[in-house]
């Protein structure tokens, strides 16, 4: 049974959002896992550039942020004697991903819910 201030916490802290990670809340890096997402079989390098609309060097610097999390991995290869960087969603990212998912879809819930209280309270000013 949940004691009476860990309720009103629970209260209170209702819109706080706290499955809403920040590594992967940044505009750039849920780019770059929502289309890893789309591919699960990974994308190049200059796919998920295209894709996300990143510089090469903005890039490079996100999925070493990612790779550092072990959300992502890089491999490389030549294909016809040209390298090639090929990046793929882990197991452990994917997982998260869908959790930050989750979470972004109760924001949308709340918001829903509480946008019909919003348009009440104008109409009754």
Not at 15 to 20: P, R
Not at 43 to 48: K, Y
Not at 67 to 96: D, I
């Amino acid at each position: 049974m949940m004691s009476s201030s860990k309720k009103d916490r629970a209260r209170t802290s209702q819109y706080a959002y706290l499955g809403l990670d920040r590594l992967i809340h940044e505009r750039a890096r849920l780019s770059v896992l929502t289309s890893l997402a789309a591919h699960p079989k990974g994308l190049r390098f200059g796919d998920l550039k295209q894709l996300c609309g990143l510089t090469d060097g903005n890039l490079s610097r996100h999925m070493q942020v990612l790779q550092a999390a072990g959300f992502v991995e890089v491999s490389k290869s030549f294909e016809r004697n040209r390298p090639q960087t090929f990046c793929r969603l882990t197991a452990e990212g994917r997982k998260r991903y869908v959790e930050y998912l989750t979470v972004l879809e109760q924001v949308v819930r709340d918001a829903a819910a509480a946008k019909p209280r919003s348009a009440r309270s104008l109409a009754s000013d």
